[in-house]
């Protein structure tokens, strides 16, 4: 059996006060795309953030490539585009800068860019269909194209494993269209993803599984589920019959 990318093992996870996680298992194998689902407040950011480190494990384990985190050190592997950043931030760095920052950890600060950093770059906004934006400051850009700019950012790392939170909020199609063609690319060389996500939307045939987070734990793994409410929508594709073991309510969008 290959080693996971992601091995979560009980873990309890919180900030302040009574945990927001309990006993939450997660095992995330290379080449998977992973959505984790959830209504508003139910923990899946911090479910992510967990994986990532930035919020302590109260209980349980988490490892990364099969190293636990505490040990981890290889955080190159890993590109992570958290929620609603805004990359222009009154900063007047053009997108081809934000982006390249992305190659940072690779290189290491003091040692100038090289071709690779240069052809990573420029790989990773052909990928997100911003190459012809390459030279504008990243301010200008519509929001979808700035969520772009940083999806981009988390590419020029070439990094094997994507964490995205909410990468397609409040983005325009025609950016989701280009995020969405961005991480098949990603995903057909190798890449694994975990990503949180409302709505799923053009990403949808990328996502192999589903894990819906609800009330302090996971709820569900496997198969997408079907959001509540949408069987109206006009693209809502019956590809199951109604029973009652769909979790019906338990992602909100
Ligand atoms: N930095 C923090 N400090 C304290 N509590 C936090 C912090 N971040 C999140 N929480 C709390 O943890 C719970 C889960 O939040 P989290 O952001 O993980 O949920 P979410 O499912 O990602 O929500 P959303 O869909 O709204 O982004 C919420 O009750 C939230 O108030």
Known sequence: MTTPVIQVAHAAVGYDGPP???????????????????ANGSGKSTLIRAVLGLVPVGAGSVALFGTPQRRFRHWHRIGYVPQRLGAGGG????????????RLARRGVLR?????????????????????RAGDPVATLSGGQQQRTLIARALAGQPELLVL????????????????????????????VLLVAHELGP???????????????????????????????????????????????????
């Not at 100038?112 to 012809?132: C, K, N, Q």
């Not at 996971?218 to 019956?238: K, L, M, T």
């Open 20 to 38: 927001v996680l309990r006993d939450v298992s997660l095992s995330v194998a290379a080449g998977e795309v992973v959505a984790v689902l959830g």
């Open 91 to 102: 900063v007047p760095a053009t997108v081809r800068e934000v982006v390249a920052s992305g």
């Open 112 to 132: 100038p860019a090289g071709r690779a950093d240069r052809e990573a770059v420029a790989a990773a906004l052909r990928a997100v269909g911003l190459a012809d």
């Open 165 to 192: 939170d909410e990468p397609t909020a409040g983005v325009d199609a025609a950016s989701q269209e280009a995020f969405a063609g961005a991480l098949r690319g990603f995903v057909d060389g190798g890449g694994t």
């Open 203 to 253: 990403l949808r045939p990328l996502i192999s599984r589903a894990v819906v987070v609800h009330q302090g734990g996971i709820v569900h793994d496997g198969a997408v589920p079907e959001p509540a409410g949408h069987h109206a929508d006009p693209d809502h594709e019956h590809v199951h019959p109604h029973c009652d073991e769909e979790p019906a309510g338990l992602w909100s969008i």
